[in-house]
């Protein structure tokens, strides 16, 4: 059902501690950690604790914590002094996604092309 933990999901098994990661920041609806592969200085992702496949399924199945997201990539972005970032969703693999649970990168830290490649 749309929200519930996937079996074989990497993003919910970080939600439920049964794999780790780097977290900085939780909410009660998200969790912050760093990405294992960092693009940037800064390179956080901030994922919903429930289970959607992107940020527009999230946006349509829970508009609260699709907002709860953006909210939190400013305070990852306060907590990393960031004076300018960006907030990237891929969504589909030809835009690069790789881990099909709702996501936000938040990339700082470095000049940032744009338009972005
Ligand atoms: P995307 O390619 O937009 O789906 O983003 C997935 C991101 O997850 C990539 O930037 C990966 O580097 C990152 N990633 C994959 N596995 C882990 C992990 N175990 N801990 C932290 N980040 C991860
Ligand atoms: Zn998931």
């Known amino acids: 059902m749309a929200g519930e933990p996937q079996d074989d999901c990497l993003f919910c098994k970080i939600v439920e501690g049964h794999v780790p990661a780097t977290i900085v920041r939780e909410t009660e ?52 002094k960031l004076e300018s970032y960006r907030v990237v969703f891929n969504t589909g693999a030809g835009a690069g996604q790789t881990v099909f649970h709702a996501h936000a990168h938040v990339l700082g830290g470095r000049g940032l092309q744009w338009p972005p490649g």
């Open 29 to 80: 609806t998200t969790v912050a950690f760093r990405d294992i592969n960092p693009q940037a200085p800064t390179h956080i992702l901030i994922i919903p604790r429930v289970h959607y496949e992107n940020a527009a399924a999230l946006a349509s199945g829970a508009p609260e914590v699709a907002a709860d997201l953006l909210r939190e990539a400013q305070a990852v972005a306060d907590d990393e």
